[in-house]
């Protein structure tokens, strides 16, 4: 087995889970965010809206109805539950991710034992678990392959800027 290769390995799904974090957080925040101006409108323009009532009762009601029920629901959707904790778990991955790049030149340079390398592996996926089950122990994350590509996309160029010279053997 080739410990660098491993080593690499966890560095690029470490890397690659922080950008499908961070997009993932986007795309909750944002949907949070709609929700929230939805609300704000229908609530404040349903003062104003009385002068334009007769005109379009029908659809001024049913907007009315829609805020009352998204209103009503809006804490039970995971929207800003999920953002929070993924907001709390990249920051930690981030800094996981961090501490394994930092550790990659002495593992490239082959200044480790395969079993240090090993063992430090082993620990990364142990730290990794431990933080995933700290913040999603009751909850689940559903599987966005949107995100899975767009965070692919940018651990490939993050590492081809950063981690160019040491992944290619290039001094």
Request: hydrophobic content about 40%; aromatic content about 14%.
């Given at each position: ?43 404040c ?25 998204v ?57 990794k ?43």
């Amino acid at each position: 087995m080739n410990c660098q290769s491993l080593y690499w390995d966890t560095l690029v799904q470490l890397r690659a889970s922080v950008y499908y974090l961070s997009a993932y957080q986007i795309h909750l925040e944002k949907w949070d965010t709609g929700i929230q101006i939805f609300l704000a409108v229908t609530s404040c323009s349903s003062i104003g809206g009385w002068a334009i009532w007769d005109e379009y009762g029908m659809i001024w009601g049913c907007l009315i109805a829609a805020s009352q029920v998204v209103n009503a629901v809006k804490g039970f959707l995971p929207f800003q539950k999920r953002a929070k904790e993924i907001g709390s778990l990249n920051t930690e991955m981030e800094k996981l991710a961090l501490d394994t790049e930092n550790k990659w030149f002495s593992v490239f340079e082959g200044e480790l034992t395969d079993k240090e390398i090993f063992d430090f592996v082993a620990d990364l996926k142990r730290r990794k678990w431990e933080i995933s089950n700290k913040h999603f122990r009751d909850q689940s994350l559903p599987i966005k392959p949107k995100y899975e590509y767009e965070a692919a996309e940018r651990t490939k160029d993050y590492l081809a800027t950063y981690l160019r010279a040491s992944a290619t053997g290039e001094r």
